[in-house]
C-alpha cells in the first residue's frame, strides 16, 4: 500500500498537480491555508529597535488569562502535583507558607534562579517572568 501512495504522490508531482502530492503525502491539512492564515501563523513575535545605540528588544507576545494554568498543567504539575524533590505542593498552605513569606517577588527570584532540586524556571526556560509570576500566582493557595 505504500509503495503505491509513494508512486501516487510521485506521479501527481511530474503531472504538476503540487497540491494533491501535499495532501497525498502531508495527509488532511488542519490549519487553512488562506494567504491571512499563513500570514498569521508566520507573523514576527517581537522587534528590536536601537535607539541612541541602546538596542531593546520588544516582544508581542500576549499571554491568556489562563497562561499560568496552562503553564503548571503542561510543565510545573510533574513535580508540584505530589511534592517531588521537595516542591511544594499545589495550593497546600503547609507547603506555601513559608515561602509566602519573602512575596510573589521574591518567590518569582527564587524561580527564575532555581533553588533545591527545581533548576532554572523550573525547565521552562522559554518562559517570560510574567509567566512565571502568574504560574506562581496560580498554585500557591487561593484568598478564600
Same mark, same amino acid.
Given at each position: 500500500?505504500?509503495?503505491?501512495?509513494?508512486?501516487?504522490?510521485?506521479?501527481?508531482?511530474?503531472?504538476?498537480?503540487?497540491?494533491?502530492?501535499?495532501?497525498?503525502?502531508?495527509?488532511?491539512?488542519?490549519?487553512?491555508?488562506?494567504?491571512?492564515?499563513?500570514?498569521?501563523?508566520?507573523?514576527?513575535?517581537?522587534?528590536?529597535?536601537? *535607539?541612541?545605540?541602546?538596542?531593546?528588544?520588544? &516582544?508581542?507576545? *500576549?499571554?491568556?488569562?489562563?497562561?499560568? *494554568?496552562?503553564?503548571?498543567?503542561?510543565?510545573?504539575?510533574?513535580?508540584?502535583?505530589?511534592? &517531588?524533590?521537595?516542591?511544594?505542593?499545589?495550593?497546600?498552605?503547609?507547603?506555601?507558607?513559608?515561602?509566602?513569606?519573602?512575596?510573589?517577588?521574591?518567590?518569582?527570584?527564587?524561580?527564575?534562579?532555581?533553588?533545591?532540586?527545581?533548576?532554572?524556571?523550573?525547565?521552562?526556560?522559554?518562559?517570560?517572568?510574567?509567566?512565571?509570576?502568574?504560574?506562581? *500566582?496560580?498554585?500557591?493557595?487561593?484568598?478564600?
Amino acid at each position: 500500500m505504500r509503495k503505491i501512495l509513494t508512486l501516487l504522490v510521485h506521479c501527481a508531482m511530474l503531472l504538476g498537480i503540487p497540491s494533491l502530492s501535499i495532501a497525498a503525502s502531508c495527509g488532511q491539512l488542519t490549519e487553512p491555508m488562506t494567504k491571512e492564515a499563513i500570514f498569521e501563523r508566520i507573523k514576527p513575535v517581537g522587534s528590536v529597535e536601537s *535607539e541612541g545605540g541602546v538596542v531593546a528588544a520588544a &516582544v508581542t507576545t *500576549e499571554l491568556s488569562e489562563t497562561a499560568g *494554568e496552562d503553564r503548571y498543567k503542561s510543565t510545573c504539575a510533574v513535580c508540584h502535583a505530589t511534592g &517531588v524533590g521537595g516542591a511544594p505542593k499545589f495550593r497546600n498552605e503547609a507547603d506555601w507558607k513559608p515561602r509566602m513569606d519573602v512575596g510573589i517577588d521574591g518567590m518569582l527570584a527564587i524561580a527564575i534562579k532555581g533553588k533545591g532540586s527545581m533548576p532554572p524556571k523550573g525547565t521552562c526556560m522559554q518562559c517570560s517572568d510574567k509567566e512565571l509570576r502568574m504560574t506562581i *500566582e496560580y498554585m500557591i493557595p487561593q484568598k478564600k
